[in-house]
C-alpha cells in the first residue's frame, strides 16, 4: 500500500515520513515560528505542520460550564475561547511560513478546523490535509476536505472502527483520492501503558491504507516501536524550549530531542530492511566460518574414512556437514594430510 501526498510517495518500500507539528509552540513570536521550521529541518523532519483556525472559528466566546477546561494542568481554569486565543497561529502568517518552510526544504501542510481554514488553505496551495483527531466525526468539515480531492491524513485518537469508516467513506465519497490512517492517543502527553501500538498493524489490515503515528508521548521509544509495527508516517510536536511553556509545551519535544527520534526512526526503519534469507551482504565475509568436513588424521590412499579421521569443525572450506554421513565408509583416492578440508576429488 501507498499514497501520494504532496507528490512524495509514503508506505510500503518508501522511507518513513516524518512530520514536526509546531501548533501554537510559537507562543505569538513569529520569528519564534521560523526558528521552530530551521529546527525541523535541521532535525531531518521532511515536513512541518501547522493548525489553521481562530478562537471564533473552533468554538465561541462563551464562559458557561460547556465551554469551561477542566482537563491538563496546562489547559484548565480557563474557557476554549480563551485557550484557543493562546494556542492557534495567526493565519496571515501561514502563507510566509508555507514559503520558508518549503524554502528549507520541509513540506508545508496544516489541519484545518472549519470550512473557512480549508478555503484559506485551498488559496496557499497546500498539497495534503490533516484531519484532527477531535474532527473525525465532523462530516460538514469530512465533506469539505473531501471536496478538495487532496490526499489526507486523519489521526484516529478516540475514534472506534465506525468513526474511522464513516470517515474515509465520507471523504472519498467527496472526492478525496487517498486516506492514510494515523494512531493517537488523545491525552497530553500520552503514557506508554496507554498507546497500544498494536493498533497500528490491526488499522493497517482492517482499512487497507498506509498507516503512521501521531505520537503525544515523551521521547523516541513509541515511534520506533510504531516503525517496527508498520508505521509510514511519525508526527511529533516540537518547540524550540519547554521553559517558554505554552498549550502544548509539555508533550513538545525541543529540537536535540526531536533530532535524535528522528535518527531512531532511521535506524529502525534501516534495521528492518526487508525479508531476506541466506547470507546478506554484510555476512558474506564471515560465511566462511561456519563449520565443514575436515580430515583431522593423516590418511594413505585407500584408506576408509570414518569418525577418527573425519569431523565437521570450523572454517568452511570443506564439503558441508550435510554430506557427512555420504562420506563416512568411502576410501580416500589419495594421500591426505591432516588439517585438509575435504571435497569430492579426494574420495574415491
Known amino acids: 500500500m501507498e499514497i501520494d501526498i504532496g507528490g512524495r510517495k509514503i508506505g510500503e518500500g518508501h522511507r518513513v515520513f516524518i512530520v514536526a507539528e509546531m501548533s501554537g509552540n510559537h507562543n505569538h513570536s ?38 469551561q477546561v477542566k482537563v491538563n494542568d496546562a489547559w484548565a481554569g480557563q ?5 484557543y486565543k493562546k494556542a492557534c497561529t495567526p493565519w496571515d502568517w501561514q502563507p510566509k511560513l508555507k514559503k520558508y518552510a518549503e524554502s528549507k526544504g520541509l513540506m508545508f501542510f496544516s489541519t484545518p478546523f472549519d470550512n473557512t481554514a480549508v478555503d484559506f488553505l485551498e488559496k496557499m496551495r497546500v498539497g495534503v490535509y490533516k484531519i484532527a483527531s477531535f474532527e473525525i466525526v465532523d462530516y460538514p468539515l469530512l465533506k469539505k476536505i473531501g471536496q478538495t480531492k487532496k490526499p489526507v491524513i486523519v489521526s484516529r485518537g478516540m475514534a472506534s472502527v465506525e468513526d474511522i469508516e464513516f470517515a474515509v ?16 492517543v488523545s491525552a497530553y502527553p500520552a503514557k506508554a501503558e496507554d498507546m497500544n501500538l ?10 487497507k491504507a498506509v498507516v503512521g503515528l ?7 521509544n ?20 519547554v521553559e ?58 585407500g584408506e576408509v574414512f570414518s569418525e577418527k579421521n573425519m569431523r565437521s569443525i570450523r572454517p568452511g572450506h570443506g564439503l558441508a556437514p550435510k554430506h557427512y554421513d555420504e562420506v563416512m565408509g568411502k576410501r ?15 574420495i574415491k
Open 214 to 220: 501521531s505520537d503525544h508521548s515523551l521521547g523516541a
Open 79 to 83: 474557557t476554549l475561547y480563551e485557550l
Open 332 to 346: 580416500a583416492a589419495t594421500d591426505i594430510e591432516r588439517g585438509t578440508p575435504i571435497s569430492w576429488d579426494l
Open 244 to 301: 517558554d511553556g505554552g498549550p502544548d509545551a509539555a508533550f513538545s519535544l525541543e529540537p536535540h530531542g526531536f533530532q535524535l527520534t528522528v535518527q531512531a526512526v532511521r535506524a529502525a526503519e534501516r534495521a528492518l530492511g526487508c525479508s531476506q534469507y541466506g547470507a546478506g551482504l554484510a555476512e558474506l565475509e564471515n560465511i566462511v566460518f561456519r563449520k565443514s568436513l575436515f580430515v583431522v588424521q593423516d590418511l594413505k590412499k
Open 198 to 207: 498494536a493498533t497500528i498493524a490491526d488499522m493497517a489490515e482492517r482499512f
Open 222 to 241: 513509541t515511534s520506533v516501536m510504531a516503525v517496527a509495527l508498520g508505521a509510514k508516517i511519525i508526527e511529533k510536536h516540537i518547540i524550540l524550549s
Open 30 to 67: 513569529y520569528e519564534k515560528a521560523l526558528q521552530i521550521i530551521d529546527a525541523a529541518a535541521d532535525a531531518g523532519a521532511d515536513a512541518i505542520k501547522l493548525q489553521t483556525y481562530t478562537p471564533d472559528t473552533i468554538t465561541i466566546d462563551s464562559d458557561k460550564k460547556y465551554f
Open 169 to 184: 467513506k465520507t471523504l472519498k465519497d467527496n472526492g478525496c483520492p487517498n486516506v492514510a490512517l494515523l494512531h493517537c
